[in-house]
Every structure is written in C-alpha cells, then in structure tokens.
C-alpha cells in the first residue's frame, strides 16, 4: 500500500528557509516522477516542482533559484528546499506520486496517482 507523509511545515519569517520532507512507503521512489504541488487559502492546486525518475528536476517559474527537489534513495525520501521564501509560497504543500517514470506537461503534472496529506507553510511577519 502506498503512503506518502509531509513534514517540516511551519511558520517562518519573509526571506528565511524550510525544508519539507516526504516519506514513502509501498514503492521505490526512484523509479517514479514524484512532485510538490500546494494549495494557497482560497486558490486552486499549484505544480510547484518534479523530478523525474531519472533525476531530471523541473520548477515553477515563481520558484526557479529559491526552491530545490531532491530525493534520498537510501531513505526513499522527497524532499523540497525552500529558500528566501515569501508570503506568497504560503500554502499547503503535498508530494505526489505518478504512475510515470517522467511528466512533460502541464497536464500531465496534475495526474498523479497518490498525495499526501500535506504541509502547512506559513510564510509572515
């Protein structure tokens, strides 16, 4: 059974970092695309970044420079840097999983088969 569970939410001043991590279970993480997607108060689901089961990383453009995906094989872990962050990356943040190896599309970015339960990010004065 695939499980996948966020941490490392919380409430962080403008310009300061996070790291969100994901755990997975049920799977190889390696051997699919895995994503962060979030959810801003009052807005529609947002594609944040991906990594393609070959470690190919893509980014939204808001976060290109600020926001790093990477994944820990040993610890079938995702993990999202997020750096110089703004009041506008406040949002819940979840990972997915995809029954691909690769996303090309931007519809294809929101056809994952799993997510999470996600992460409150909170980014204020």
């Known amino acids: 059974e695939v499980h996948l569970v966020e941490s490392g939410g919380g409430l962080v001043q403008p310009g300061e970092s996070l790291r969100l991590s994901c755990a997975a279970s049920?799977?190889?993480?390696?051997?699919?695309?895995m994503s962060w997607v979030r959810q801003a108060p009052g807005k529609g689901l947002e594609w944040v970044s991906d990594i393609s089961g070959g470690g190919i990383t893509t980014y939204t453009d808001s976060v290109k420079g600020r926001f790093t995906i990477s994944r820990d094989n040993a610890k079938n872990t995702l993990y999202l840097q997020m750096t110089s962050l703004k009041p506008e990356d406040t949002a819940v943040y979840y990972c997915?999983?995809?029954?691909?190896?690769?996303?090309?599309?931007?519809?294809?970015?929101?056809?994952?088969?799993?997510r999470g339960q996600g992460t409150q990010v909170t980014v204020s004065t």
């Open positions: 997915a999983k995809y029954q691909r190896r690769s996303v090309w599309t931007p519809q294809q970015r929101y056809e994952y088969e799993y």
């Open positions: 049920g799977f190889t993480v390696s051997n699919y695309a």
